[in-house]
C-alpha cells in the first residue's frame, strides 16, 4: 500500500525523521531506499545536490513504491518541474522567493519551503502555507527559537534541518510546532558506498522510535 501526501502537513507526518540523502551514484538508490523503509522511514528526500539525484528519485518512484521520495535543495522553478517529472511525491526548498514557491505550487505536489526568521514564515503564512523547513536549524537558533515561535505562530508546524543530531533530536520532536525533523545522520556516506544497507535500516529503526 502506498501512501501520498496530500499537504506538507501529510509530509511531516509521515515519520519522526526525514532522512535527508545525498547520492552521487544513482545504483544506490532503490537499496538505501528499502533500507530506509525497512528500518521504519517511508519518507525521503534525495537533495538536488548531485548529478544523479533525478535519476535517483526517479528509480525509487518506479521500483520502491512503498516509499515516498521527495526532492530536496529545490532552488529554482526548473528544479520544481523537473522533480515532479521524475516522480518525486513532495519538494523540499532550503528558501522560499515569490517565483520559487509559485513554480513548487504548480507543480502540484505538496511542498516544505524553507525559512529561518518569523518575516520569512508570515510571508507564506499570507500566501496559505503554513507547513515549513526550518532550515539552517542549529545555526538559525535551533530548537529554542522554534520554541518562541509557538505562541505568536501557533499554525505553523516546522520541519527543522541542518545539524540535527540523535541526541538534538528529541528536543525539537518534544516542541507541538514540529512534526518531525530532517537528519543526514542516516545515510553515512560509508555505510552508501559500502552497500551497508543493514546498517541503515538500524539508524533508522533507532530514528523512528523517537
Known amino acids: 500500500m502506498t501512501t501520498t501526501p496530500r499537504t506538507g502537513g501529510d509530509i511531516l507526518d509521515l515519520a519522526p525523521v526525514m532522512p535527508v540523502v545525498v547520492l552521487h551514484d544513482a545504483g544506490a538508490a532503490v537499496p538505501l531506499a528499502r533500507a530506509l523503509v525497512a528500518g521504519g522511514l517511508p519518507g525521503i528526500e534525495v537533495t538536488l545536490r548531485t548529478p544523479a539525484a533525478l535519476d535517483a528519485i526517479e528509480r525509487i518512484a518506479a521500483e520502491v513504491p512503498e516509499a515516498v521520495v521527495g526532492a530536496g535543495t529545490v532552488t529554482t522553478p526548473d528544479q520544481a518541474a523537473a522533480a515532479a517529472k521524475a516522480g518525486a511525491r513532495f519538494l523540499v526548498s532550503p528558501g522560499s522567493t515569490a517565483a520559487l514557491a509559485a513554480a513548487m505550487t504548480d507543480t502540484g505536489l505538496p511542498f516544505l519551503p524553507g525559512v529561518s526568521t518569523v518575516s520569512e514564515a508570515l510571508a507564506l503564512l499570507e500566501h496559505g502555507v503554513s507547513e ?16 518562541s515561535l509557538s505562541g505568536p505562530l501557533p ?56
Open 132 to 147: 515549513l523547513k526550518f532550515f539552517p536549524a542549529e545555526a538559525a537558533g535551533g530548537a529554542a527559537f522554534l520554541k
Open 155 to 210: 499554525q505553523v508546524r516546522f520541519c527543522p534541518t541542518g545539524g540535527i543530531t540523535p541526541a538534538s533530536a528529541p528536543d525539537y520532536l518534544a516542541l507541538p510546532n514540529v512534526g518531525c525533523v530532517g537528519g543526514s545522520w542516516l545515510t553515512p556516506a560509508d555505510a552508501v558506498a559500502a552497500g551497508d544497507w543493514g546498517r541503515v535500516t538500524d539508524l533508522a529503526r533507532q530514528a523512528a522510535a523517537l
